[in-house]
């Protein structure tokens, strides 16, 4: 079965952080681009980190830079994104996807969404003030 699965979520206080993960099982993820995607209520899906199938380019939303890392792991088939001096307005539910297209990372990560495919079940990430 060909799934991604994210963990890690939960609730930090501002400025604290937090590490998540994304598992792959049923493909490799050697071959593709993985984008981590978050989506707040009420506000749109926003593509937020990508790391390419190499795992050798990264790319990331204005939003986050400087402030989130994605990186690869590919022995254990899963992608992290740490996330560090977090903040309210970054609670949401963090999504990862595979972009069956590319290898490499299209900006803004956002458009390219309809480009990624397996998508996990999300992880809750809620920062505190």
């Known amino acids: 079965q060909v799934q991604f699965v994210e963990s890690g979520g939960g609730l930090v206080q501002s400025g604290g952080s937090l590490r998540l993960s994304c598992a792959a099982s049923?493909?490799?993820?050697?071959?593709?681009?993985v984008g981590w995607f978050r989506q707040a209520p009420g506000k749109e899906r926003e593509g937020v980190a990508c790391?390419?199938?190499?795992?050798?380019?990264?790319a990331y939303a204005d939003s986050v830079k400087g402030q989130f890392t994605i990186s690869k792991d590919k022995a254990k088939n899963t992608v992290y994104l740490q996330m560090d001096s977090l903040k309210p307005e970054d609670t949401a539910v963090y999504y990862c996807?595979?972009?069956?297209?590319?290898?490499?990372?299209?900006?803004?990560?956002?458009?390219?969404?309809?480009?990624?495919?397996?998508w996990g079940q999300g992880t809750q990430v809620t920062v505190s003030s």
């Open positions: 790391v390419s199938a190499s795992a050798g380019s990264t």
């Open positions: 996807a595979a972009n069956l297209m590319r290898v490499g990372c299209m900006t803004p990560i956002t458009d390219y969404a309809y480009e990624y495919s397996y």
């Open positions: 049923g493909f490799f993820l050697d071959y593709y681009a």
